[in-house]
């Protein structure tokens, strides 16, 4: 793609792909592979926007963060943030701390949710003792815990851990967690069966494929008691060994789904209009619609389950029937690097808004630098008489938060 302003098919909008240089990802520096917090776009040649959340824990730790942009692979540091004025910081850091407590890293809808980062081209130095007095501020204590029910998913994996508590027929959250103890994903089981489980926006079977399929690393603490604090609607009807069987019967599929596709990395495009669902196995046709929007050449199909809200295994599964009917072609991988710049973008407070008015987002994978839009509506206020906080059907993924959203091609 080129930094010409080019037009979506079928209307007259405005590509906001050619925005992915301004497009950022806000980063924890202390952590030791480093932890995406969110997203920040430019609003100047030395200021990015992003949500108040994501940074109100940093205040006083801000050579803690950086921004990278992936599409350009450059990466800041950050020397100020300067909250709304009207932000309630002491509320909105009470909310931010809890939510690093669940397995949603987002908080509930607030007034002023905005900061402005002040970027500098250099990254400081940390000392040891800032990173270990970060990371100590950072950081909660170990959860209650049964005893002896606790330890590292490098000694131990994860299928067996959840095959130890269930065979002990215990009753209660297994909860995983980063180095921090905040919370990655959680398993609720009652009498040798898993009940209830969330892992980022997966639930139940849906997320413990995730969960094996991603070998997902952490602490993890088992502690004791009646209900969950969370819920995943429907519970959980398999048990939990045919869980476990079929998530290592996907896990086993999948690398010979990724040989057939091309690997994690494989760029796929569609090769026609509309969707033939009626020339797929029944038993895909229902997830090939929800992937099929998501196949547009710049999203990489290891990355497609956080978009999609399913597991690897089904993705894999679907595209490579897509493939079979010739619904979909592989386009050669390209890097954005060069191609999009990094410059300001255009915010339109003043651009009249109203229910049913088309939306775009627009983020930027943080692995390959490219660029994934989804289009939406408004749907109205969140409050009557309120122009400024308003409500859209768009579907944004895990660590979008802070993501630009547009109308007109520009930021609203």
Aim: hydrophobic letters at 40%; glycine letters at 6%.
């Amino acid at each position: 793609m080129s930094s010409e302003a080019p037009y979506m098919a079928g209307r007259a909008a405005f590509d906001v792909r050619c925005y992915a240089g301004s497009v950022g990802i806000l980063v924890d520096r202390c952590l030791q592979q480093g932890e995406s917090l969110g997203t920040t776009w430019l609003i100047d040649d030395t200021k990015a926007a992003s949500c108040a959340h994501l940074v109100i824990l940093y205040a006083e730790l801000l050579p803690a963060l950086k921004v990278y942009f992936p599409a350009t692979r450059k990466e800041c540091g950050v020397v100020a943030a300067s909250f709304h004025p009207q932000l309630k910081c002491k509320e909105m850091g009470q909310m931010a701390r809890k939510a690093l407590l669940s397995t949603s890293s987002t908080v509930s809808l607030q007034e002023n949710n905005l900061v402005v980062l002040s970027l500098t081209p250099s990254l400081s130095q940390m000392s040891a003792d800032f990173v270990a007095n970060a990371n100590e501020l950072l950081s909660f204590p170990p959860p209650l815990r049964d005893k002896g029910l606790s330890g590292n998913l490098t000694e131990l994996d994860l299928p067996l851990v959840i095959q130890t508590i269930t065979n002990a027929r215990k009753h209660g959250t297994l909860e995983i967690t980063n180095e921090r103890n905040h919370t990655l994903a959680q398993l609720f089981l009652r009498d040798g069966r898993i009940v209830q489980s969330v892992f980022g926006s997966l639930v139940n079977e849906t997320a413990i494929y995730q969960m094996t399929s991603q070998h997902l690393a952490g602490n993890f603490y088992f502690h004791a008691h009646k209900e969950p604090d969370w819920q995943t609607g429907q519970p959980i009807k398999h048990p939990a060994d045919m869980l476990l069987i079929e998530a290592h019967r996907r896990l086993d599929e999948i690398p010979k789904y990724l040989l057939e596709l091309g690997g994690e990395d494989a760029l796929y495009e569609r090769a026609s209009d509309k969707l033939d669902h009626v020339r797929l196995p029944a038993e895909v046709q229902e997830d090939a619609q929800i992937i099929w929007p998501l196949i547009d050449g710049f999203c990489p199909i290891g990355q497609m389950w956080r978009l999609a809200h399913l597991d690897d295994y089904t993705v894999f599964s679907v595209l490579c029937e897509l493939v079979r009917i010739k619904q979909i072609r592989e386009v050669q991988q390209h890097d954005p690097l060069n191609q999009y710049a990094m410059k300001p973008l255009e915010i339109a407070p003043q651009l009249p808004l109203s229910p049913f008015d088309i939306v775009e987002s627009l983020i930027v994978d943080e692995i390959t630098g490219l660029p994934h839009m989804q289009s939406g509506h408004l749907l109205g206020a969140l409050r009557p008489s309120d122009p400024w906080h308003l409500i859209h059907d768009l579907d944004l993924p895990e660590k979008s938060s802070g993501s630009p959203i547009f109308k007109d091609a520009k930021v609203i």
